[in-house]
Every structure is written in structure tokens, then in C-alpha cells.
T-cell receptor
């Protein structure tokens, strides 16, 4: 069974600085998707960035980028130029690429609470 | 795009009562998911619909839980004979058909069982 581990329950960063959130996962599959979701205090889970395992190039979305190390099964999120609005719970999630049966669900880490200090 | 909407936002009920939550997905999304999230935890998968068909149901979903999506649009999640352990945030998400289509979440319904 696949698992996702986020080893940092809490992180903090100064406004305008850069922070990296860690995520490791375990799977025997070769093709899958990885996601970072953000959940601010308002509760709505928002997709930040996603990565297809078959793509070697690291995904980037504006100030958010990932460091995807497939062999190491590592998927870290880098937030550059941190803003106060980035304060939230960040979840790493895994999904198999197979379309059949029960592989539609996401497998989640426990999350990292990010505080942004002014 | 009005997003995924869930109703109610909050529900307080006494142990033993039945509750029903509603989820309206993004209109063009044919896939709908229910998750449960407790404080300090990631979401736990409950069930998944493709159109009106319930394709998977987690073992977490005891016989007291039932979900429906009768016309392939909105969905309801009912919990019968609520227990204090049912207190959680219930999240609904939807996605389109593509294999890499991301989930779009609603704001959730927070259930408190007293």
C-alpha cells in the first residue's frame, strides 16, 4: 500500500523569504501523480501544484516549485518570496495513475502547518 | 465557475440523531468524492462516485453511513445514529474525467456530535 509522510508538523518563515516543505512517499508503482494542497484557516482545500511521475522536469507555478526526486521518492515544495497569505496547512498527496477501480482516491500526508512571520 | 458547494457549513447534533449533508459539485465534473478530516489529520477517503455510480466505499464507512448521487449531479451523505466519534469535517470534492484531473474541494461541513 502507498504511504505519504510529511515529517515536519510545523514550519515558519519570514515574509519574503524562501521555505521548503518535505514530503516522502512509498509506492511500488512506476506511474503516479503527486500533489501539494493548501488548506488555509478558511478550510477550503486548494490545489497548489501537481507533478506527473513520468515527467522529469520539476513542476512550477509562480512562486511555488517542487523538487521531485523519483528514485528517492521525495517530493518537496519550495515557496519563494513568502507572503502572509501563504500561511496555511500544506498537504502532500499521492494518486495512482491507473484509472480502474479504487485508484481514484488520494493518499494524504498528515500535513505541515506553515506560519509566515511579518 | 461557482466551485464546489457544501451545505450546511456547520451542524451540531445530539448523539443518536441522523444528519444529512449535501454537496453540489462543479457542474461539468462527473466524479465526486467524500472525505472526512479530523483535527490535525489529513483527509480520509470515504467514498467516490462516477456519475451516479458509487464505485468505491472505504471500510471507514460503517453501515451507519450512506451516500447517494441519484442523478449524477449533487450528492448527499447521511449518517444515522450519530456517535461522538463522527465529529469531524466532511469534505466533498469533484473532478472531471481526465486521469490527471485535480480534485476541487468545497468548504466542508463541520459536524459536532454532543
Amino acid at each position: 500500500a502507498q504511504t505519504v509522510t510529511q515529517s515536519q508538523p510545523e514550519m515558519s518563515v519570514q515574509e519574503a523569504e524562501t521555505v521548503t516543505l518535505s514530503c516522502t512517499y512509498d509506492t511500488s508503482e512506476s506511474d503516479y501523480y503527486l500533489f501539494w494542497y493548501k488548506q488555509p484557516p478558511s478550510r477550503q482545500m486548494i490545489l497548489v501544484i501537481r507533478q506527473e511521475a513520468y515527467k522529469q522536469q520539476n513542476a512550477t507555478e509562480n512562486r511555488f516549485s517542487v523538487n521531485f526526486q523519483k528514485a528517492a521518492k521525495s517530493f518537496s515544495l519550495k515557496i519563494s518570496d513568502s507572503q502572509l497569505g501563504d500561511a496555511a496547512m500544506y498537504f502532500c498527496a499521492y494518486r495512482s495513475s491507473y484509472n480502474a477501480g479504487n485508484n481514484r482516491k488520494l493518499i494524504w500526508g498528515l500535513g505541515t502547518s506553515l506560519a509566515v512571520n511579518p | 465557475d461557482t466551485g464546489v458547494s457544501q451545505d450546511p457549513r456547520h451542524k451540531i447534533t445530539k448523539r443518536g440523531q441522523n444528519v444529512t449533508f449535501r454537496c453540489d459539485p462543479i457542474s461539468e465534473h462527473n466524479r465526486l468524492y467524500w472525505y472526512r478530516q479530523t483535527l490535525g489529520q489529513g483527509p480520509e477517503f470515504l467514498t467516490y462516485f462516477q456519475n451516479e455510480a458509487q464505485l468505491e466505499k472505504s471500510r471507514l464507512l460503517s453501515d451507519r453511513f450512506s451516500a447517494e448521487r441519484p442523478k449524477g449531479s449533487f450528492s448527499t451523505l447521511e449518517i444515522q445514529r450519530t456517535e461522538q466519534g463522527d465529529s469531524a469535517m466532511y469534505l466533498c470534492a469533484s473532478s472531471s474525467q481526465g486521469t490527471d484531473s485535480p480534485l476541487h474541494f468545497g468548504n466542508g461541513t463541520r459536524l459536532t456530535v454532543t
